[in-house]
T-cell receptor
Framework: DAGVIQSPRHEVTEMGQEVTLRCKPI?????LFWYRQTMMRGLELLIY????????DSGMPEDRFSAKMPNASFSTLKIQPSEPRDSAVYFC???????????????FGEGSRLTVL | DAKTTQPNSMESNEEEPVHLPCNHS???????IHWYRQLPSQGPEYVIH???SNVNNRMASLAIAEDRKSSTLILHRATLRDAAVYYC????????????FGTGTRLTVIP
């Protein structure tokens, strides 16, 4: 298996522009997570899905952020409009077992580094 | 929210064992203890997890205190490739933000 695949690996955009980050989870995994990592705040969970349904989006910072999972093999995280403080590395992860059993390991992608000027 | 406390950084000589501590005094009876590590410019990767008993796998060993308020990740022979940030995480049974990543321990391996 190719692992969790994220695109783009790097994105540089200007404030106010729309940004779309993409993720392909490992085939057969039924949980998908979006994380954001910054030096100041570390690794934060934004949202997670189970069987394509958003279960908990309490970590999404504000209405400018939205995430979708139209099918089992694809998810997007959209920021509109983007702001400089959104600059971070965004990770997608998938898992075979998720809450509440909590014994399954997460497989992370390599991340998408976003810079908003 | 159950939290963990780890030293910010540690050093080890290559080929020597490394013991990475983690305190989780507010752990509940059903929380699993997970360890992940993050190599430079990569996403975190799973290392090991346990509930009550000590655990071993090909990457490391996990020693869990009898009261479960602390645990130790053991790398038996540190290599340069083990230089990474190591996160100790509690997976709570229910609720939001299922995986709380703290600041982790940055391990430096000295050749």
């Amino acid at each position: 298996d190719a692992g969790v695949i994220q695109s783009p690996r790097h994105e540089v955009t200007e404030m106010g522009q729309e940004v779309t980050l993409r993720c392909k989870p490992i085939s057969g995994h039924d949980y998908l997570f979006w994380y954001r990592q910054t030096m100041m705040r570390g690794l934060e969970l934004l949202i997670y899905f189970n069987n394509n349904v958003p279960i908990d989006d309490s970590g999404m910072p504000e209405d400018r952020f939205s995430a979708k999972m139209p099918n089992a093999s694809f998810s997007t995280l959209k920021i509109q409009p983007s702001e400089p403080r959104d600059s971070a590395v965004y990770f997608c992860a998938s898992s075979l077992v998720g809450p509440p059993a909590n014994t399954g390991e997460l497989f992370f992608g390599e991340g998408s580094r976003l810079t908003v000027l | 929210d159950a939290k963990t406390t780890q030293p910010n950084s540690m050093e080890s000589n290559e080929e020597e064992p490394v013991h990475l501590p983690c305190n989780h005094s507010t752990i509940s009876g059903t929380d699993y203890i997970h360890w992940y590590r993050q190599l430079p410019s990569q996403g975190p990767e799973y290392v090991i997890h346990g509930l009550t008993s000590n655990v071993n796998n090909r990457m490391a060993s996990l020693a869990i205190a009898e009261d479960r308020k602390s645990s130790t990740l053991i790398l038996h022979r540190a290599t340069l490739r083990d230089a990474a940030v190591y996160y100790c995480i509690l997976r709570v049974p229910t609720g939001a933000n299922n995986l709380f990543f703290g600041t982790g321990t940055r391990l430096t391996v000295i050749p």
